[in-house]
C-alpha cells in the first residue's frame, strides 16, 4: 500500500511590503484583491492545523498543485520554501506550480531559486538552469509525472497552458509508462475540463491533454485551482480515467470550500491498480479537522462529474 497526499492553493498569507517598483500592472490589481477579499478565505492558523493533521497521516508522498504564493513578490518565496521544507524534503514532496507562481514573468526565476529541488525530476542535472516539464519521480510503485501548466497573464486572467512541446513529451512519456507495471499519477495545477463561466481560468489547450490521456491513459489526474473537491472522469484508452481537485489548504468557511487535504490509498490487487480516497479537512460550521468522505476510485459505466462534498 502506497499513501500518497494531495494538498493545493495554500496562498500562504504573508505578504512582506512591496516595493514601489514591484507595484506595476497586475500585482497592484493583485494586493488590492488580497487587502480586501483573499486574506480573510485564506488563514495561516487553518493551513497550520492542516498540516499538523497531515503529518499526523504520515503519506508515503505529498503532491501539492501550485498556488503557493500571492502576487509573486520576491519575499513571497522564500516563505514558500519554509512551506515546502515543513512538508517534507524534497525526495517527499513534488510540486507543480501554479498560476499565482507566475504571477509576473519575473516569478519564474525566483521559482527556480527557491524551488527547484521539489520540481526536479529523478533524472534532472542539479545545476540545470530551469526545471523540465514534465518531470518524472518513481516512488514506490508510483509514478509521478508533473505537468506545468503555469504561465503570466494579463490583469483579471488566470488561465494557463501546458504548450506544445511540453505536451509532446507527455505523451511520449506516458505512452513510455503505459508499457511498465507502474501506477501513473499526473499532476497539473489547471484543472482538465472548463466549467461553464470558467473560461477566464480556463487551461488553454486542455482538449489536447485530455487526447494525450486518452490515448495513453493514466491511474490518477490531480489538479487545483478551483479550490473545490470533484471527481471527474476523463476517457483513457480501456477505462475511464479520474481527476481529482481538492479544496484550498488554507480556506475559511469563506472561501469556495473550507480546507481539506486528500489521501490517496494506491495497492495493487488481482492484477488490477485499486485507489482508495479519503478526504479529510474541515467543514462549514463545524469545528476541528475530520475524515469527510472515503470510497474506491472505480470508474463509473460511463463519464460523470460530482463536486462538492
Ligand atoms: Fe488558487
Ligand atoms: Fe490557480
Redesign the pocket.
Known sequence: MFVLAHLS?P?LSAIPRPRLSELAGKRALGLVNWQLRRRHEHRAEVLDALLDDLAAQAPDHIAVT??LVNVALPGEFASARAFLSRLGPPEAVSFVP?N?DAYVRAALAHSHAHWRHYLAGDEAEPDAAAPTFPYLRRRGPVVLIGVSTALPTGPFMATGRIGADQMKRLDHVLARLAKEDVFRVVLLHHPPTTRPGDRLKRLIDADSFRQVLRRHGAGLVLF??I?MTSVTWLDGPECLIPAVSVA?ASATERGDEPAGYHLFRISAEDGAWRCEMVTRGFAAGEAGIAERRRCVLAPPPRAVTWAAR
Open positions: 492553493d496562498h501550485g498556488d501554479g499565482h487545483g485551482h479550490h484550498s
